[in-house]
C-alpha cells in the first residue's frame, strides 16, 4: 500500500505545482543592487505572493548564516511595508532559540523559513500574520550583520558597511493579492462514506438551500464550527447572497444535483445535473464544487464516474439519523452520538421540510462530540483536499 500512495502523492504535487504557478502566483521579480562589500551584503530582493502566502527572498553575495542573523547581537534582515493610512510596518528575519524565525513588532510571525541555497533566505507567511493589508506597498530591505554595531571605532575608518539597504535609496512596488477562493481539488476513490479515521469529524446538511438554512449558518457560527452544504442546483440562483455566506463563513459548498431527481442508473442526463448545479453554484459564488451526494443515496459505477470525471467525489455518509423523518430532536442526537466514529460524515438536512428538530439537535452534538476530543471539518479538509484560488487586486 505505501509505494501506490506514494506515486500519487507525487504525481498530485507536480499537477499541483504546475497549476500553481500559472493561477496562483504573483509578483516574485528579482531585484537587484551592486555590491557593498562586507557582511550579509545583500544584493538581491523579490516580493511576491505563492497562494495565501507573501514570499520574500533575499540574495547575498556571501553565505547567509545562523551566525549573522544572530537576533541577540543584533543580526536580522528586514523587508519594511509602507501601505497607505498604514504605520510603516517591518518583518524581519532573525536566528532566534537555534532556528530561524519571523518577527514584526517584538512577536513572531507564522510562517515559514528555508535556504535554498547557502546565499539565498526564502520566507512565507500569510499576510494577515504580519498585519499587512491587501493592497499596494511600497518596500525596502535593510539588512544588518550581528555585531556590526561593535565593531572598535578606529577600524571603521576602512571597515566595510555592515549595515545594508536595498534599494540604496528609495522603494520598490509591491502588492499584497486578495485571495479568492475558486474551487476545490479532489483525489483518491471516487466515492466515500467516510474519512480518515482520526479525531476529525463532518457535519452535512442537504436539500438546501431552505427558509431554515439562515438559522442553521447562524448556529454554525454560534458554534464555531464549519458544515458542508449539498445544494439543490434550482433553489441556489433565488439564494446568491446566503450561499456566499456559507463559503464566507468557511463552511463547504456541494452539488445535489439539480432537481433532486433519483440519478442512480447515471447516463447523460445525470451529467447534465451535475453540470448545471455545480454552473449554478459557480454563478452565485465563483466556486465550483468537488463534492456530489447522489439524492436518495441511489448511486452506482456509471454516476460516480460521471461525477469524478467533472471534478467531484461522490458523498455518501456513515452516520444517518434519518431526521427527515421527524423522529424528534432526542432521537437525532442519540442516533448521531451511538453512530460516530472517527472520519464520520454526518448526514442530515437544512431543506426538503421542516427542519426544526435538525435545527435543535445541532448543539448537542457538537458540544458532546467535541468534549469526546473531536474536531468538526468541512468534507474537503476531511478528505484531504486542496483549494483551488485566485490572486486578485
Ligand atoms: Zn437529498
Not at 530561524?100 to 507567511?125: A, D, K, M, Y
Not at 436518495?296 to 471534478?311: C, E, K, M
Not at 435545527?359 to 476530543?373: E, F, S, W, Y
Request: hydrophobic share 40%; proline share 5%.
Amino acid at each position: 500500500m505505501r509505494a501506490p500512495a506514494a506515486a500519487v502523492t507525487l504525481a498530485l504535487s507536480l499537477a499541483f505545482a504546475a497549476s500553481a504557478s500559472a493561477a496562483t502566483t504573483q509578483g516574485g521579480e528579482m531585484h537587484t543592487v551592486k555590491a557593498d562589500g562586507g557582511s550579509l551584503d545583500v544584493v538581491g530582493a523579490s516580493f511576491g505572493q505563492r497562494s495565501r502566502e507573501l514570499e520574500i527572498v533575499y540574495r547575498s553575495v556571501d553565505a547567509i548564516t545562523p551566525k549573522l542573523l544572530d537576533e541577540a547581537k543584533g543580526g536580522q534582515i528586514c523587508t519594511v511595508f509602507d501601505q497607505a493610512s498604514l504605520a510603516a510596518r517591518a518583518v524581519c528575519v532573525v536566528r532566534r532559540d537555534g532556528k530561524w524565525q519571523i518577527r514584526s513588532r517584538g512577536e513572531r510571525v507564522e510562517g515559514s523559513v528555508s535556504q535554498p541555497r547557502n546565499t539565498e533566505l526564502r520566507l512565507r507567511f500569510e499576510p494577515a500574520a504580519a498585519k499587512l493589508r491587501v493592497g499596494l506597498a511600497d518596500v525596502y530591505v535593510t539588512a544588518t550583520a550581528a555585531g556590526c554595531s561593535d565593531q572598535p571605532a578606529a577600524s571603521s575608518v576602512l571597515a566595510t558597511p555592515c549595515e545594508h539597504r536595498v534599494p540604496r535609496a528609495g522603494t520598490y512596488p509591491a502588492r499584497v493579492w486578495d485571495v479568492k477562493i475558486t474551487g476545490c481539488r479532489r483525489h483518491g476513490a471516487g466515492q466515500v462514506s467516510s474519512g480518515p479515521s482520526g479525531k476529525r469529524i463532518a457535519l452535512t446538511y442537504d436539500d438546501g438551500p431552505s427558509t431554515y438554512t439562515p438559522a442553521f449558518l447562524r448556529e454554525l457560527r454560534t458554534l464555531g464550527v464549519p458544515a458542508t452544504f449539498f445544494m439543490i442546483g434550482q433553489q441556489v440562483a433565488a439564494n446568491g447572497s446566503l450561499v456566499r455566506s456559507m463559503l464566507r463563513d468557511g463552511n463547504m459548498v456541494a452539488n445535489h444535483s439539480w432537481n433532486h431527481a433519483n440519478l442512480g442508473g447515471g447516463g447523460a442526463g445525470a451529467s447534465a445535473q451535475l453540470r448545471d448545479t455545480n454552473a449554478a453554484i459557480r454563478n452565485a459564488t465563483g466556486f465550483t464544487p468537488c463534492l456530489f451526494r447522489p439524492p436518495y443515496g441511489s448511486t452506482g459505477a456509471d454516476l460516480v464516474s460521471r461525477a469524478n470525471a467533472q471534478g467531484m467525489t461522490s458523498v455518501l455518509w456513515s452516520v444517518d439519523p434519518l431526521d427527515w423523518r421527524g423522529p424528534g430532536t432526542g432521537s437525532i442526537v442519540s442516533t448521531v452520538l451511538g453512530q460516530i466514529r472517527g472520519g464520520g460524515i454526518i448526514l442530515s438536512h437544512d431543506g426538503g421540510g421542516p427542519r426544526s428538530q435538525t435545527l435543535a439537535a445541532m448543539p448537542q452534538i457538537v458540544h458532546t462530540l467535541k468534549r469526546r476530543g473531536y474536531k468538526f471539518v468541512t468534507l474537503t479538509d476531511l478528505l484531504g483536499y486542496s483549494e483551488r484560488i485566485k490572486l486578485v487586486r
